[in-house]
């Protein structure tokens, strides 16, 4: 083995009855492990909570929607190269929708909704999130959302009426009776307290729609070819059609998450950064307490070069067993709060009840690599610093 690498390891167990270089060390290895540890799991938590939002969105909204430019409703006929386009995509559903608002009516209580239709067969999709009854429509039933449900203090089975809104001033109201056959909980209020649906064909002489649609869902069951998908789907539709992602939709809540990102991973990424820096502390301070040894190895004729590497290596001994150690600890603290949500979040809020933490062991790899770079240049300082003790004061008083 090199004799640098001997060196450096040798200082790193040193048992010396001081042992202020092995302290030294393990001090330096574990700062550098926690700053490593938070900044990973800041980013594990950033990526858990933008993936549950993303899936709690697309789940209803689907992952894009074909509507027409002034969002109203048109036929469908003549732009059957929408469903040639969707089986160009692979392991996808396109379902037609109507959307309409409405007024929800149980007694005295009304309340204004979003009225959804779609074919009864295409409600799989909510199958997850159905905590009461089923997605099984009849021609009759209705799914509602869970907070719909509890503020109006709406039960399974029971009879709503929904209203078509632009009717209500009008002589003739169109207004349906609906039994209600099953309740979500997707955990986003804005959906949960004002989302619906109804089979498409109620949907369509509810609201006078004839063979007139809303638009097209379109639901992917991976995002790894997103962006193509969206570029194929856009440059194959044109005026008075127009395409919107679910990130689109919701550009304001992806614009705060990403305004979130870089100061907090800045401020992580500072105390990871103060971590590094200590070792240079740590190996000025070993250069300081070996001063002698060193002295000795250049009397015997080792050269400046070989001396240089043995505090090189140490400080990247130091990265590597802080990186290692950092990850480690990260991993474990997520796997810890994935299996049993030790914290908790109000869903009201951040539209779910526990932090989910996403492991990325991509981000482990570049920010190890990012961990071991860093380090060697700051040991590069102390590194040479050892290279400038000469023999004859370093052997002085021994």
Request: charged content about 20%; overall charge positive; cysteine-free.
């Amino acid at each position: 083995m090199h004799i640098s690498i001997l060196l450096a390891l040798k200082h790193i167990r040193s048992d010396h009855k001081s042992g202020f270089v092995k302290t030294a060390s393990i001090l330096s290895v574990f700062g550098l492990s926690i700053g490593i540890s938070a900044l990973l799991i800041t980013l594990f938590i950033l990526n858990g909570f933008e993936r549950v939002i993303s899936d709690k969105i697309t789940q209803i909204d689907g992952h894009i929607r074909i509507k027409h430019f002034l969002s109203e409703p048109f036929n469908p006929s003549g732009y059957d190269f929408i469903n040639e386009l969707s089986n160009k995509i692979d392991n996808s559903s396109l379902d037609v929708f109507t959307q309409n608002p409405a007024l929800l009516r149980k007694g005295q209580i009304a309340e204004g909704i979003i009225v959804e239709g779609v074919h009864i067969d295409d409600l799989s999709f909510i199958d997850d999130i159905i905590v009461e009854g089923s997605s099984n429509l009849s021609l009759k039933g209705i799914i509602i959302g869970k907070h719909l449900a509890d503020t109006h203090n709406i039960k399974l089975n029971e009879k709503i009426t929904i209203f078509d809104l632009s009717s209500l001033y009008l002589s003739t109201k169109s207004l349906a009776q609906f039994n209600v056959e099953g309740i979500f909980h997707s955990g986003m209020t804005e959906y949960d307290k004002s989302s619906v649906f109804i089979d498409i064909s109620n949907s369509k002489k509810l609201f006078n729609l004839d063979e007139k649609i809303s638009g097209y869902v379109l639901r992917l069951n991976s995002i790894k070819n997103f962006n193509d998908i969206n570029r194929l789907i856009n440059s194959n539709i044109s005026y008075p059609l127009m395409s919107m992602s679910w990130k689109e939709k919701n550009r304001a809540l992806y614009k705060w998450l990403n305004i979130q990102r870089w100061p907090i991973l800045f401020i992580f990424g500072l105390i990871t950064l103060v971590a590094l820096i200590n070792i240079i502390s740590s190996l000025s301070m070993i250069v300081v307490d070996k001063t002698k040894q060193i002295g000795l190895l250049s009397a015997i004729g080792m050269p400046a070069s070989k001396i240089k590497d043995i505090f090189l290596i140490k400080g990247l001994i130091i990265g590597f067993l802080g990186a290692v150690f950092g990850s480690l600890i990260a991993i474990f603290l997520a796997t810890l709060q994935n299996n049993f949500k030790i914290i908790s979040v109000p869903e009201d809020i951040y539209f779910m009840n526990s932090i989910p933490i996403d492991i990325n062991y991509f981000q482990i790899l570049i920010i190890s690599i990012i961990t071991l770079i860093i380090s060697s240049l700051i040991s590069y300082w102390p590194a040479m610093r050892s290279t400038k003790i000469m023999p004859s004061q370093a052997l002085k008083y021994e």
